[in-house]
């Protein structure tokens, strides 16, 4: 990409998805990148990983960070290691967070290079990971920690701002200004009332607004997830089964732990044992429960909730829990059944009716997730075909994203801005979100293509 004559916006990611969550924003002799995440799902995406970047790393001068998940910070350790040498502004909590999640990721690049060399089902005759876990802790270096709501200056008459997001502990919309001029990035918006996180911080106007669109053609069912997890344990424990619950280890895994201790202590459910196989999973609850303010649970109910599960923290106990033929519930990443732990225990419990594999958030089309929800069958995992006979179950009252209504309702009080912008969402789900808002709030909006550039001045 050649440098802009005038301010501009890019949009290197999240556009046809709800991965790669990459904008760049291009004034006078500055670049600045709004998330730096990782495209997941179909392999032309993840192909996208590998491509060199729109613009070399080097010249971007800052990262505003919206919030933890590896969508949107994914790539930062790959950005790094091509040159990057600014600052990555988040807030603290999200450093905390990205402190586990970015080295466990690299880790991941690591192990499935090192898994493909040795089974050689990869197609080079060297896989190499895209980063690794030592390119992660360099990159962990540039971060600088910001409050929610403080200015951070980050040149003449530009200033960024994070404001809440809900959807996880420290999650963030970013709000820009460039002289004078706006743009508000929403980044992952949570769902109202979410049990543990606090609501979003209400759009408050804009000259320009990016807005996610994960669940933009959807409304969260008005079923009540705790009665819906009650029904899936009783019946699954029930018949002596295994149930296992791929879940994000940040955000999600405290949501699903917040449900069963509220269901073990009403007596809903039996005093069956829980698991909780992954170290990463076991140190975010300990990073939310240090960061009390952020959450609106009771210091109790987050102490019964860390207190919850077995902590399976070495391999030895993760394979010693596949020859544990009691009943149990394993919770363990990654949510969308892309890498981790999880893996071993689908190979090991999938092939079993008595089973269950309890899907607990968003899948992404192109993941073994997306492929469970859509009815497969097997699912291809480390280069072979494994059966699945589990039952399988999607609980979408799980969920950290605002549905569409909800989403309207964060924009809705604000003035119109000059133009809106639907991004990360899957093409029918971001074009659904566009159409409501174009006929229900009257806004312009449309949906950019990957890799556009528009003009802040005169956005269209």
Request: proline share 6%; aromatic share 6%.
């Amino acid at each position: 990409m050649q440098p802009a004559d005038s301010p501009s916006l890019s949009f290197l990611g999240a556009t046809g998805t709800v991965t790669g969550s990459r904008y760049l924003i291009e004034v006078a002799e500055r670049r600045i990148l709004v998330d730096c995440g990782l495209f997941q799902g179909f392999k032309q995406l993840r192909l996208r990983n590998w491509n060199p970047f729109p613009v070399p790393p080097e010249t971007i001068s800052d990262v505003l960070l919206t919030h933890a998940h590896i969508d949107h910070s994914g790539y930062l350790p790959g950005l790094v290691k091509r040159g990057f040498h600014g600052a990555i502004h988040a807030t603290p909590s999200t450093l905390e967070l990205c402190e586990l999640l970015l080295p466990d990721s690299g880790h991941l690049q690591e192990e499935e290079a090192r898994y493909a060399r040795r089974k050689a089902y990869s197609k080079h005759r060297e896989p190499l990971p895209l980063y690794t876990v030592e390119d992660a802790v360099t990159a962990l270096d540039r971060f600088e920690p910001a409050p929610f709501d403080e200015a951070i200056h980050l040149g003449d008459e530009i200033s960024a701002r994070f404001v809440p997001a809900g959807h996880l502990l420290g999650a963030a919309s970013v709000r820009l200004t460039i002289g004078g001029r706006t743009i508000h990035f929403s980044g992952d918006l949570g769902r109202a009332e979410d049990p543990i996180i606090r609501d979003a911080t209400p759009f408050a106007g804009a000259d320009i607004l990016v807005v996610e669109s994960t669940y933009g053609n959807r409304r969260h069912p008005d079923s009540d997830p705790e009665a819906e997890m009650a029904d899936v344990i009783n019946r699954v424990i029930g018949r002596g089964g295994t149930i296992l619950v791929p879940a994000f280890a940040v955000g999600r895994i405290q949501g699903v732990m917040l449900l069963i201790s509220r269901l073990k202590a009403s007596g809903t459910i039996p005093d069956v044992p829980v698991y909780l196989n992954t170290p990463m999973g076991v140190n975010a609850t300990a990073i939310y429960s240090r960061h009390h303010y952020e959450h609106r649970i009771s210091r109790e109910e987050c102490k019964a909730m860390f207190e919850l599960a077995i902590r399976v923290r070495s391999v030895e106990e993760s394979i010693a829990l596949n020859e544990n033929t009691e009943p149990k519930i394993i919770i363990s990443a990654s949510g969308m059944l892309s890498g981790g732990r999880i893996l071993h225990h689908v190979i090991n419990f999938g092939d079993d009716a008595r089973n269950a594999i309890v899907l607990s958030g968003f899948q992404a089309g192109g993941t073994r997730g997306a492929a469970l929800v859509q009815g497969a069958r097997t699912l291809r995992i480390f280069g072979e075909d494994r059966p699945i006979r589990a039952e399988v179950i999607q609980l979408e009252g799980l969920s950290g994203h605002a549905d569409a209504d909800e989403l309207l309702g964060w924009m809705g009080k604000a003035r119109p801005p000059r133009m809106t912008y639907v991004t990360h969402g899957e093409p029918e789900a971001a074009d659904a979100l566009r159409f409501r808002i174009e006929h229900e709030l009257g806004w312009d909006v449309r949906v950019p293509e990957h890799l556009e550039r528009i003009d802040i001045a005169n956005p269209k």
